[in-house]
Protein backbone atom coordinates (compact mmCIF):
# COMPACT_ATOMS: atom_id res chain seq x y z
CA UNK A 1 0.00 0.00 0.00
CA UNK A 2 1.46 3.65 -0.79
CA UNK A 3 1.87 6.04 1.81
CA UNK A 4 0.29 9.57 2.38
CA UNK A 5 2.94 11.66 3.73
CA UNK A 6 2.50 15.13 5.13
CA UNK A 7 4.90 17.40 4.08
CA UNK A 8 6.80 20.47 4.83
CA UNK A 9 9.23 23.29 3.00
CA UNK A 10 12.84 22.25 2.96
CA UNK A 11 15.64 24.51 2.10
CA UNK A 12 16.78 24.13 -1.22
CA UNK A 13 20.10 24.77 0.19
CA UNK A 14 19.41 21.05 2.03
CA UNK A 15 18.05 19.02 -0.67
CA UNK A 16 20.92 16.93 -0.22
CA UNK A 17 19.62 15.56 2.94
CA UNK A 18 17.50 12.99 0.81
CA UNK A 19 19.07 12.71 -2.66
CA UNK A 20 23.03 12.36 -2.20
CA UNK A 21 22.30 8.54 -0.38
CA UNK A 22 21.32 8.14 -4.39
CA UNK A 23 17.64 6.76 -4.00
CA UNK A 24 16.30 6.09 -7.24
CA UNK A 25 13.72 9.01 -8.27
CA UNK A 26 10.68 9.51 -10.58
CA UNK A 27 10.81 12.64 -12.44
CA UNK A 28 7.80 14.51 -13.64
CA UNK A 29 7.32 16.95 -16.59
CA UNK A 30 5.13 18.63 -18.46
CA UNK A 31 4.51 20.22 -21.76
CA UNK A 32 1.87 21.48 -23.61
CA UNK A 33 -0.92 19.74 -21.60
CA UNK A 34 0.45 16.34 -21.40
CA UNK A 35 2.58 14.83 -18.45
CA UNK A 36 5.03 11.93 -18.18
CA UNK A 37 7.06 10.56 -14.95
CA UNK A 38 10.20 8.67 -15.60
CA UNK A 39 12.34 6.44 -13.53
CA UNK A 40 16.27 7.65 -12.85
CA UNK A 41 19.07 6.62 -11.27
CA UNK A 42 22.25 8.49 -12.46
CA UNK A 43 22.05 12.25 -10.68
CA UNK A 44 23.97 13.88 -8.49
CA UNK A 45 24.00 16.93 -6.06
CA UNK A 46 26.42 19.70 -7.45
CA UNK A 47 26.32 22.90 -5.28
CA UNK A 48 24.27 23.79 -1.93
CA UNK A 49 24.16 27.07 -3.39
CA UNK A 50 22.31 27.63 -5.79
CA UNK A 51 21.15 24.26 -5.50
CA UNK A 52 21.81 22.29 -8.46
CA UNK A 53 21.95 18.61 -9.09
CA UNK A 54 23.10 16.94 -12.02
CA UNK A 55 21.40 14.11 -14.13
CA UNK A 56 21.58 11.57 -16.96
CA UNK A 57 18.34 12.05 -19.25
CA UNK A 58 19.00 9.53 -22.31
CA UNK A 59 17.61 11.54 -25.38
CA UNK A 60 16.04 8.23 -26.38
CA UNK A 61 13.51 9.05 -23.15
CA UNK A 62 10.07 10.89 -24.12
CA UNK A 63 10.64 12.71 -20.73
CA UNK A 64 13.88 14.37 -22.45
CA UNK A 65 12.31 16.79 -25.02
CA UNK A 66 9.53 17.62 -22.65
CA UNK A 67 12.41 18.59 -19.78
CA UNK A 68 14.15 20.41 -22.48
CA UNK A 69 11.48 22.28 -24.15
CA UNK A 70 9.44 22.89 -20.73
CA UNK A 71 12.74 24.05 -19.04
CA UNK A 72 11.45 22.27 -16.09
CA UNK A 73 10.85 19.05 -14.20
CA UNK A 74 9.60 17.60 -10.64
CA UNK A 75 12.25 15.34 -8.83
CA UNK A 76 10.27 13.32 -6.81
CA UNK A 77 12.13 10.89 -4.33
CA UNK A 78 10.22 7.32 -4.14
CA UNK A 79 9.96 5.00 -0.97
CA UNK A 80 9.83 1.40 -0.69
CA UNK A 81 6.24 1.31 -0.99
CA UNK A 82 6.37 2.43 -4.50
CA UNK A 83 8.80 0.11 -5.83
CA UNK A 84 6.71 -1.83 -8.44
CA UNK A 85 5.43 1.41 -9.54
CA UNK A 86 9.03 2.66 -10.03
CA UNK A 87 9.84 -0.48 -11.97
CA UNK A 88 6.16 0.05 -13.63
CA UNK A 89 7.36 3.24 -15.17
CA UNK A 90 10.57 2.26 -15.65
CA UNK A 91 9.36 -0.36 -18.19
CA UNK A 92 6.70 1.97 -20.19
CA UNK A 93 7.23 4.70 -22.29
CA UNK A 94 5.69 8.00 -22.06
CA UNK A 95 4.40 8.89 -25.58
CA UNK A 96 0.64 7.80 -25.08
CA UNK A 97 0.43 6.68 -21.43
CA UNK A 98 -0.96 8.50 -18.51
CA UNK A 99 1.43 6.86 -16.46
CA UNK A 100 -0.11 8.93 -13.37
CA UNK A 101 -3.24 6.92 -13.98
CA UNK A 102 -1.54 3.06 -14.94
CA UNK A 103 0.38 3.70 -11.39
CA UNK A 104 -2.01 5.14 -8.84
CA UNK A 105 -0.26 7.75 -8.42
CA UNK A 106 -1.68 11.77 -7.75
CA UNK A 107 -0.37 14.91 -9.77
CA UNK A 108 -0.61 17.95 -7.48
CA UNK A 109 0.30 20.89 -8.47
CA UNK A 110 4.14 22.72 -8.09
CA UNK A 111 4.36 25.98 -6.76
CA UNK A 112 7.23 27.24 -9.02
CA UNK A 113 6.89 24.89 -11.90
CA UNK A 114 4.08 23.56 -14.19
CA UNK A 115 5.44 20.05 -13.75
CA UNK A 116 3.49 18.48 -11.18
CA UNK A 117 4.82 17.06 -7.99
CA UNK A 118 3.65 13.27 -7.24
CA UNK A 119 1.91 13.16 -4.00
CA UNK A 120 2.79 9.66 -2.80
CA UNK A 121 6.70 10.60 -2.86
CA UNK A 122 8.26 11.17 0.14
CA UNK A 123 10.21 14.97 -0.87
CA UNK A 124 9.42 17.04 -3.85
CA UNK A 125 12.04 19.09 -5.70
CA UNK A 126 11.22 21.64 -8.62
CA UNK A 127 13.55 22.40 -10.63
CA UNK A 128 14.62 24.77 -13.60
CA UNK A 129 16.73 23.55 -16.41
CA UNK A 130 19.80 26.10 -15.38
CA UNK A 131 22.86 24.54 -17.84
CA UNK A 132 22.47 22.33 -20.89
CA UNK A 133 26.08 22.30 -22.51
CA UNK A 134 26.27 18.90 -21.67
CA UNK A 135 23.40 17.80 -22.89
CA UNK A 136 25.04 17.29 -26.63
CA UNK A 137 27.58 14.39 -25.95
CA UNK A 138 26.21 13.27 -22.37
CA UNK A 139 22.80 13.88 -22.06
CA UNK A 140 23.28 15.79 -19.23
CA UNK A 141 21.11 18.36 -17.58
CA UNK A 142 22.20 20.97 -14.72
CA UNK A 143 19.13 21.44 -13.06
CA UNK A 144 18.58 24.05 -10.29
CA UNK A 145 16.20 23.07 -7.24
CA UNK A 146 13.98 26.27 -7.06
CA UNK A 147 11.52 24.90 -4.18
CA UNK A 148 11.68 21.79 -2.04
CA UNK A 149 9.58 20.25 0.23
CA UNK A 150 9.41 16.66 2.21
CA UNK A 151 7.52 14.41 4.37
CA UNK A 152 7.66 15.28 8.17
CA UNK A 153 7.29 12.07 9.05
CA UNK A 154 9.67 9.89 9.04
CA UNK A 155 12.73 11.49 9.59
CA UNK A 156 14.45 9.02 7.50
CA UNK A 157 12.54 7.67 4.45
CA UNK A 158 13.02 3.71 3.40
CA UNK A 159 14.40 4.86 -0.01
CA UNK A 160 15.33 2.47 -2.73
CA UNK A 161 18.50 2.42 -4.43
CA UNK A 162 19.24 0.66 -7.87
CA UNK A 163 22.11 -1.46 -8.29
CA UNK A 164 21.49 -3.02 -11.85
CA UNK A 165 20.01 -6.56 -12.81
CA UNK A 166 16.73 -5.70 -11.58
CA UNK A 167 17.98 -5.50 -7.57
CA UNK A 168 17.41 -2.68 -5.20
CA UNK A 169 19.22 -1.93 -1.80
CA UNK A 170 16.53 -0.50 0.55
CA UNK A 171 18.42 2.29 2.69
CA UNK A 172 18.92 0.97 6.29
CA UNK A 173 20.05 2.59 9.47
CA UNK A 174 21.25 5.65 10.28
CA UNK A 175 24.38 6.28 11.85
CA UNK A 176 24.95 9.67 13.82
CA UNK A 177 28.83 10.55 13.56
CA UNK A 178 27.96 14.45 13.91
CA UNK A 179 30.59 14.49 17.35
CA UNK A 180 32.83 13.13 15.42
CA UNK A 181 32.87 15.75 12.26
CA UNK A 182 34.64 19.52 12.14
CA UNK A 183 32.02 21.96 11.74
CA UNK A 184 32.81 23.21 8.64
CA UNK A 185 32.64 19.70 7.08
CA UNK A 186 29.24 18.29 8.24
CA UNK B 1 37.99 -3.61 12.59
CA UNK B 2 39.08 -3.29 9.25
CA UNK B 3 37.64 -5.98 6.44
CA UNK B 4 39.89 -7.88 4.52
CA UNK B 5 38.24 -8.52 0.71
CA UNK B 6 39.18 -10.54 -1.41
CA UNK B 7 38.51 -9.44 -5.40
CA UNK B 8 37.98 -9.83 -8.37
CA UNK B 9 38.39 -8.40 -11.63
CA UNK B 10 34.78 -6.40 -12.49
CA UNK B 11 33.93 -5.14 -15.93
CA UNK B 12 34.09 -1.57 -16.22
CA UNK B 13 30.46 -1.46 -18.04
CA UNK B 14 29.34 -2.80 -14.80
CA UNK B 15 30.90 -0.60 -12.41
CA UNK B 16 27.07 1.00 -11.35
CA UNK B 17 26.45 -2.04 -9.90
CA UNK B 18 28.27 -0.61 -6.53
CA UNK B 19 28.64 3.22 -7.90
CA UNK B 20 24.99 3.90 -8.83
CA UNK B 21 23.09 3.12 -5.08
CA UNK B 22 25.48 6.61 -3.97
CA UNK B 23 28.02 5.41 -1.24
CA UNK B 24 30.11 7.78 0.02
CA UNK B 25 33.34 6.96 -1.59
CA UNK B 26 37.68 7.17 -1.04
CA UNK B 27 39.21 9.15 -3.91
CA UNK B 28 43.21 8.32 -4.07
CA UNK B 29 45.79 10.07 -6.23
CA UNK B 30 48.72 10.71 -6.50
CA UNK B 31 51.24 13.40 -8.34
CA UNK B 32 54.95 13.34 -8.02
CA UNK B 33 55.46 11.12 -5.95
CA UNK B 34 52.49 12.29 -3.34
CA UNK B 35 49.69 10.27 -2.53
CA UNK B 36 46.36 11.46 -0.78
CA UNK B 37 42.70 10.54 -0.29
CA UNK B 38 39.79 12.17 0.15
CA UNK B 39 35.95 11.60 0.96
CA UNK B 40 33.79 12.20 -2.00
CA UNK B 41 29.71 11.96 -1.84
CA UNK B 42 28.67 13.57 -5.08
CA UNK B 43 29.27 11.76 -8.03
CA UNK B 44 27.06 9.89 -10.73
CA UNK B 45 27.18 7.33 -13.30
CA UNK B 46 27.21 8.53 -16.73
CA UNK B 47 27.36 6.20 -18.79
CA UNK B 48 27.82 2.06 -19.83
CA UNK B 49 30.04 1.98 -22.29
CA UNK B 50 32.75 3.80 -22.02
CA UNK B 51 32.48 3.68 -18.48
CA UNK B 52 31.84 7.13 -17.30
CA UNK B 53 31.67 8.89 -14.04
CA UNK B 54 30.83 12.89 -13.14
CA UNK B 55 31.94 13.98 -9.54
CA UNK B 56 32.24 16.97 -7.80
CA UNK B 57 35.71 17.83 -6.60
CA UNK B 58 35.86 21.31 -4.67
CA UNK B 59 39.09 23.19 -6.12
CA UNK B 60 40.21 24.17 -2.72
CA UNK B 61 40.82 20.43 -1.89
CA UNK B 62 43.85 19.38 -1.98
CA UNK B 63 43.04 16.43 -4.23
CA UNK B 64 41.52 18.49 -7.12
CA UNK B 65 45.05 19.90 -8.17
CA UNK B 66 46.41 16.41 -7.76
CA UNK B 67 43.81 14.61 -9.95
CA UNK B 68 44.04 17.31 -12.76
CA UNK B 69 47.70 17.60 -12.85
CA UNK B 70 48.26 14.08 -13.02
CA UNK B 71 44.55 12.95 -14.91
CA UNK B 72 44.19 9.69 -12.89
CA UNK B 73 42.56 9.03 -9.24
CA UNK B 74 41.04 6.03 -8.00
CA UNK B 75 37.52 5.55 -6.60
CA UNK B 76 37.38 3.17 -3.62
CA UNK B 77 33.89 2.17 -2.14
CA UNK B 78 34.64 1.95 2.09
CA UNK B 79 31.85 -0.44 3.85
CA UNK B 80 30.83 0.48 7.37
CA UNK B 81 33.82 -1.05 8.89
CA UNK B 82 35.27 2.05 7.45
CA UNK B 83 33.21 4.85 8.61
CA UNK B 84 35.08 6.41 11.09
CA UNK B 85 38.36 6.13 8.75
CA UNK B 86 36.16 8.37 6.13
CA UNK B 87 35.21 11.31 8.73
CA UNK B 88 38.34 11.33 9.80
CA UNK B 89 39.86 11.65 6.01
CA UNK B 90 36.92 14.01 5.18
CA UNK B 91 38.31 16.21 8.51
CA UNK B 92 41.87 16.25 6.91
CA UNK B 93 43.96 17.87 4.43
CA UNK B 94 46.22 16.71 2.68
CA UNK B 95 49.12 18.94 2.53
CA UNK B 96 51.23 17.51 4.75
CA UNK B 97 49.50 14.68 5.98
CA UNK B 98 49.87 10.74 4.88
CA UNK B 99 46.20 9.71 5.15
CA UNK B 100 47.43 5.84 4.62
CA UNK B 101 49.10 6.22 7.60
CA UNK B 102 47.38 7.84 9.65
CA UNK B 103 43.72 6.24 9.29
CA UNK B 104 45.66 2.68 8.96
CA UNK B 105 44.92 2.08 5.28
CA UNK B 106 47.05 -0.32 2.82
CA UNK B 107 48.24 1.60 -0.95
CA UNK B 108 48.57 -1.16 -3.33
CA UNK B 109 49.44 -0.94 -7.06
CA UNK B 110 46.74 -0.09 -9.34
CA UNK B 111 47.24 -1.67 -12.89
CA UNK B 112 46.08 1.16 -15.28
CA UNK B 113 47.06 4.32 -13.16
CA UNK B 114 49.77 5.31 -10.91
CA UNK B 115 47.36 6.37 -8.27
CA UNK B 116 47.51 4.00 -5.40
CA UNK B 117 44.37 1.92 -4.56
CA UNK B 118 43.20 1.39 -0.84
CA UNK B 119 42.84 -2.23 -0.32
CA UNK B 120 40.63 -2.11 2.80
CA UNK B 121 37.79 -0.98 0.17
CA UNK B 122 35.14 -3.66 -1.16
CA UNK B 123 35.79 -2.08 -4.62
CA UNK B 124 38.20 0.19 -6.41
CA UNK B 125 37.59 1.68 -10.08
CA UNK B 126 40.76 3.14 -11.70
CA UNK B 127 39.83 6.25 -13.26
CA UNK B 128 41.83 8.82 -16.17
CA UNK B 129 40.44 11.73 -16.38
CA UNK B 130 38.14 12.05 -19.45
CA UNK B 131 36.79 15.42 -19.95
CA UNK B 132 37.14 18.57 -17.90
CA UNK B 133 34.95 21.23 -20.01
CA UNK B 134 33.15 21.51 -16.23
CA UNK B 135 36.07 22.10 -14.11
CA UNK B 136 35.51 25.61 -14.80
CA UNK B 137 32.18 26.78 -12.89
CA UNK B 138 31.46 23.60 -11.67
CA UNK B 139 34.86 21.31 -10.81
CA UNK B 140 32.94 18.83 -12.06
CA UNK B 141 35.26 15.97 -13.21
CA UNK B 142 34.22 13.41 -16.40
CA UNK B 143 36.48 9.95 -15.07
CA UNK B 144 36.64 7.31 -17.65
CA UNK B 145 36.78 3.91 -15.54
CA UNK B 146 39.71 2.02 -16.93
CA UNK B 147 39.74 -0.97 -14.97
CA UNK B 148 37.82 -2.27 -11.62
CA UNK B 149 37.98 -4.84 -9.31
CA UNK B 150 35.40 -5.70 -6.75
CA UNK B 151 35.05 -8.10 -3.61
CA UNK B 152 34.01 -11.70 -4.58
CA UNK B 153 31.99 -11.94 -1.25
CA UNK B 154 29.46 -10.58 0.74
CA UNK B 155 27.46 -10.30 -2.69
CA UNK B 156 26.38 -6.85 -1.48
CA UNK B 157 28.31 -4.95 0.19
CA UNK B 158 27.44 -2.76 3.54
CA UNK B 159 27.90 0.63 1.94
CA UNK B 160 27.53 4.00 3.66
CA UNK B 161 25.82 6.62 2.46
CA UNK B 162 25.73 10.46 3.57
CA UNK B 163 22.74 12.63 4.67
CA UNK B 164 24.64 15.66 5.42
CA UNK B 165 24.62 16.57 9.31
CA UNK B 166 26.94 13.63 10.17
CA UNK B 167 24.52 10.99 9.68
CA UNK B 168 25.03 7.99 7.30
CA UNK B 169 22.42 5.96 6.44
CA UNK B 170 24.18 1.87 6.01
CA UNK B 171 22.83 0.06 3.06
CA UNK B 172 20.02 -2.15 4.00
CA UNK B 173 18.23 -5.41 2.26
CA UNK B 174 18.89 -6.10 -1.14
CA UNK B 175 15.12 -7.07 -2.94
CA UNK B 176 15.44 -8.44 -6.59
CA UNK B 177 12.69 -7.23 -8.75
CA UNK B 178 14.20 -8.71 -12.15
CA UNK B 179 11.22 -10.85 -13.19
CA UNK B 180 9.60 -7.20 -13.28
CA UNK B 181 11.56 -5.72 -15.41
CA UNK B 182 11.67 -5.32 -19.32
CA UNK B 183 15.11 -7.25 -20.25
CA UNK B 184 16.32 -4.28 -22.19
CA UNK B 185 15.59 -1.82 -19.19
CA UNK B 186 17.37 -3.83 -16.41
Keep these: MKRAYRKADLP ?14 LVSSRWRNKTNIMTMGWHTVMEFSPS ?7 A ?6 MIRKSG ?17 IG ?14 LTPEDAQEVKAPLIKECYANYECKVA ?11 ILEVVKAQAAVYPKY ?12 MVSGKHVNLKQKFRLQNL
Design 157 to 168: PRTIHYTGEGIF
Design 72 to 88: ECVINIPTVDLMEAVVG
Design 52 to 58: LIGCMIT
Design 12 to 25: VSEIRRFLEPGPIV
Design 131 to 141: DTQLLVGYNFF
Design 60 to 65: ANHSYE
Design 91 to 104: NSTGGHLDKFRKFG
